[in-house]
Every structure is written in structure tokens, then in C-alpha cells.
């Protein structure tokens, strides 16, 4: 289990390996919130999304070991990639053909190996795992590992500290150990406040298996929120039963939905995101996420969105993924 103590230890670890981003007021979105809705901009963490914090504390804590390795849907790949050139270890990210290509470039300006694997990061696993058994390297998972929950953890010590009367902290879902660390330390230091899980309707495997009451295998498909795709793992151990536990609502949005959550963060807000980080926007546009009882924290967990795509969403072309 990752208690408080286990993010505390992790927050002085990490601390010059990640950047402390900032938050902002969002006017438009609070008049349409009906309260005070806050932007916290960890997109602008050093390689462009939150998962800096937990592949550095899991990395950190590593013994001698052959390399690195991973299966990722991108930003986490990248994190472990740039955290393992600090510590000076081979990197070998194991990713899907569903992977955009700017985020496997990203992985290879790290000195990384981008190893492009299947259809699914359930297929891209097989061969970390493989890495791990027989060539020595340490697996470091995107979410289901405690080191990576009490890093993503931090997030949730930095908003109460920046944001003390925080009612709420809006959460994009994937695997789910964003949402578990956050939640561990944001209820730890102010067990009122309230966690929402937001994801979308394409693929969310978190969403199907908390309805199942198990983790299931869920398909993935193309969507705009891509860094939310890929499964929690049937055997997980940790994120599962933490969201479970913790989260207080859930929020499955449309990929028109997304599409317009980037675009108002673009123009209104100006702030270049990708979708899986404009769920907590979509969901105020869409009429289904309100401030109540006191301020409502966004977080903008990256920003590693193709550029061309990025404006062609924002000019209102037709939604890639319909």
C-alpha cells in the first residue's frame, strides 16, 4: 500500500528532478463552473506531462540494474526515458503502433529506444516483460507500482499547498495511478475534498472495470484523449482498488466533447494541450462538471498533442476520431 508518508518521502526525492508548475485562474470556465475553477498547468513539467514525478521516484529508487524498460502510451515512456538519462541508465520503451509519432520522436531525443510493439500496450508489456526476464533490465510500470503512485502523489501535496481551499480536483483516468496518488494525498490532508475521475467513451478500461467490479480487458481505439488508452493489467494490484476506494464521481466524455475542451483552452485560455489533459474543461463545457461548495482544480496533465492536429482542432475541423 503508498501512504502519505511514502508521497512526502517521494516529494523531497524528486525534488530537483521535476519541476514545481504553476496554477492559474480560469474566468470563463469558473462562470461556467458556477465557483472558482483553477488551472494547474503541469503540462508545463519538463517533458510535457505530470508522469515526470512518478518515473523519477521509481527510477531513484532503483538498484544496479542492466537498464530501464516500459510500456507506455507515450508520456509515461518519455518521463522514464528523460529520468534514466539523469541517472545514466539505457532506456527501452516498449509502445503500440497506436503511439502518435511525435511522442516516439520525443522518446528518441531522450537516447531511448522507442521499440514499437502490436496493437495494444497490453502486446507492448509482453516484451518489457520479456526485458526484464531475460536481458536484466528493471520494469518500471506506467501506473500499477507504488514508487510511480507516491511520485504522481506529490501533484496532490502541490495543489493543496498552492490551492489550500480546494473542494474538489478534477483528474484525468487512465491506468489510474494519477488519480490514486493525487486522491491518497489530497484526502490526507483534507479528507472533504472530492476526487473526479473524468476519461472517454472510447476504450476508459479503468471505467469498464470499476462497472464490472474486476479489471477487465478492455479494446483500445483511436481517441484524441490517447495518453488515456490501454488497460490497468488483469492482475493489477494497486490502482484498481484505490480508485475504487477513492474516487467520488466519474465522467466519460465524447471525443467532440474533447475536441472542444482543447479548443477552449487553446483560444480562451491559451493554453496548448493535449486531450487526454482538456478532459476536465470538456466536462465543464459539456455541463457535466460544477464547482460546488468551493474552488475546482483542473489539472492539465500534458501537452504533447501533434501541432498539425492540434490546429486542426482548434479551427473546429471535423473531429479525427468520429
Known sequence: MVTLDDILAASERIRDMVRVTPVKA??????????????????????GAFKLRGASNAAA????????TTASTGN????????????????VICVSRLVPQNKLDAIRALDAEARVIGASQDEAFDE???LQREEGFALIPPFDHPDVIAGQGTL???ILDQIPDAAAIAVPLSGGGLLAGVALAAKARRPAIRIIGISMERGAAMAASLKAGHPVAVPEQQTLADS?????GLKNRLTFGLCRDL?????????????????????EEDEMVEG??????????????????????LILSGQNIDPARHAAIVRGAACPTS
Open 61 to 68: 529508487r532503483l538498484g544496479e540494474v542492466a537498464g530501464v
Open 228 to 232: 488515456l488508452g490501454g488497460g490497468i
Open 128 to 130: 518489457a516483460r520479456r
Open 276 to 297: 487526454a489533459a482538456a478532459v476536465g474543461a470538456a466536462a465543464i463545457l459539456a455541463g457535466r462538471l460544477r464547482a460546488v461548495d468551493g474552488p475546482l482544480v
Open 26 to 47: 480560469a474566468p470563463g470556465l469558473s462562470r461556467l463552473a458556477g465557483g472558482p475553477v483553477w488551472l494547474k498547468c503541469e503540462h508545463r513539467q519538463e517533458t
Open 156 to 158: 496532490g501535496l502541490e
Open 247 to 267: 474516487m467520488d464521481d466519474l465522467i466519460l466524455l465524447t471525443e467532440d466533447e474533447i475536441a472542444a475542451g482543447i479548443r477552449h483552452l487553446s483560444v
Open 76 to 91: 509515461h515512456g518519455r518521463a522514464l526515458a528523460h529520468a534514466a538519462r539523469q541517472l545514466g541508465l539505457p532506456a
